[in-house]
C-alpha cells in the first residue's frame, strides 16, 4: 500500500530546509498548516498545488529519515518525492537507499529515479486497491494532501466504462483524487465547511453545518446539522443525502462526497419539518447539552 524511501538522519532539519533545496521546485507547499520553521519530526506532508493527489510523507526517526508515498499517488508527487530524498541525501551527506533497491549515490539514484520512473510509478497498488474494495472493504479511505477521498465499487464502474487499461485507470482515479484535494479552486462559488466532532449521545461522531443557499462540499462525516436560527437539528448523514438524491442536489465526488447545489430557504424549511418529525423526544430536550469541536 506504501512505497518508501530512505535517508540517514545525521542532522536536525527544518522543513524550511527542505524547501529552500535547489533540489526542489518553488511551489511545493506544507500540507495540514504546518510551518516552514517547525523542526521534521514525526509527520509531515509536502506536495505540488493542482499536481499533488495525494502528496508525499515524511517521518523520522532516531537513525533515518523516511519519505513515504502512497496508492493514488500522483507521477508529480512520485518526482516530487526524489527530489525530496535528495534534498535529504545531500542535507545529511547520505546515500539514498530506495525501498527494493541498494543504496545509491546521489548521482545514481537521480540518474535512476526519474521522471520516467515516476510516471510508470503512479499504478504501482492501484490493482490491490481495487482487489481490497471487491474482496474485503466496500469503500476505503484515502487521505490525500488537502482532504480525505473514498474508494469504493461506484468509482470503479465509474472509471472502468469503457474497460481501460490499467494505466488508463490510474489516471482517472489520481484525477478524481486531485479534483477533490483542490475543488475550491475549480468551483469559485463552492463552499467549504468545517468537519467538526460532537459529543452527542451516540459518542463522539463527525458533523458539518448545513446552511440555505450556500452551494457545499458536501464532506463524509456521520451528521448534518440544520439550523434556521429558530431550531438547530442533528440528521444522520446518509438519510440526508438520500433525500437530496430524490431531488437531483448532489453531484458526487467519490463514494461519500458531493457538491449539493444551494438549498432554497423555502425547501430548508421543509427540510427542517420533515427531519423535526422524525427527532426523538429526548434528543430534542438534550441538543443543548452537545460538546462541539473541531
Not at 92 to 110: A, G, H, Q, T, V
Not at 139 to 148: D, E, L, M, T, Y
Not at 169 to 192: A, C, G, K
Request: hydrophobic share 35%.
Amino acid at each position: 500500500m506504501s512505497y518508501h524511501i530512505y535517508t540517514e538522519n545525521n542532522k536536525e532539519l527544518k522543513l524550511s530546509d527542505i524547501l529552500q533545496s535547489e533540489h526542489l521546485p518553488t511551489n511545493v507547499a506544507i500540507a495540514f498548516g504546518q510551518l516552514e520553521d517547525e523542526i521534521i519530526n514525526g509527520y509531515s506532508k509536502l506536495y505540488i498545488p493542482h499536481q499533488s493527489s495525494r502528496g508525499v510523507v515524511i517521518t523520522k526517526d532516531d537513525t533515518e529519515y523516511d519519505i513515504e508515498l502512497n496508492i493514488g499517488s500522483s507521477k508529480e508527487d512520485y518526482h516530487l518525492a526524489s527530489k525530496i530524498a535528495l534534498a535529504l541525501g545531500t542535507l545529511n551527506n547520505s546515500k539514498i537507499s530506495p525501498e527494493f533497491d541498494e543504496s545509491l549515490s546521489l548521482n545514481e539514484f537521480e540518474k535512476k529515479y526519474d521522471t520516467a520512473w515516476a510516471e510508470e510509478s503512479q499504478s504501482i497498488g492501484v490493482s490491490t486497491l481495487i482487489s481490497i474494495v471487491k474482496e474485503k472493504s466496500p469503500i476505503v479511505k484515502i487521505n490525500g494532501c488537502k482532504r480525505g477521498y473514498y474508494f469504493g465499487e461506484n468509482m470503479i464502474n465509474e472509471f472502468s466504462i469503457d474497460n481501460p487499461d490499467e494505466k488508463q485507470f490510474t489516471e482517472r482515479l489520481v484525477e478524481n483524487i486531485r479534483r477533490i484535494q483542490f475543488i475550491e479552486d475549480l468551483n469559485e462559488d463552492l463552499n467549504i465547511p468545517s468537519l467538526m466532532e460532537a459529543d452527542f449521545p451516540e459518542g463522539v461522531k463527525t458533523f458539518i453545518v448545513v446552511p440555505p443557499e450556500f452551494k457545499l462540499l458536501l464532506l463524509k462525516s456521520d451528521f448534518i446539522v440544520l439550523n434556521d436560527n429558530k431550531n438547530v437539528l442533528k440528521v444522520e448523514a446518509n438519510k440526508f443525502i438520500d433525500i437530496l438524491n430524490t431531488k437531483s442536489m448532489l453531484e458526487r465526488l467519490d463514494e461519500e462526497q458531493y457538491i449539493m447545489n444551494p438549498i432554497k430557504t423555502s425547501d430548508y424549511a421543509e427540510l427542517m419539518a420533515l427531519f423535526n418529525k422524525e427527532q426523538p423526544q429526548k434528543e430534542k430536550k438534550n441538543k443543548k447539552s452537545w460538546k462541539f469541536w473541531k
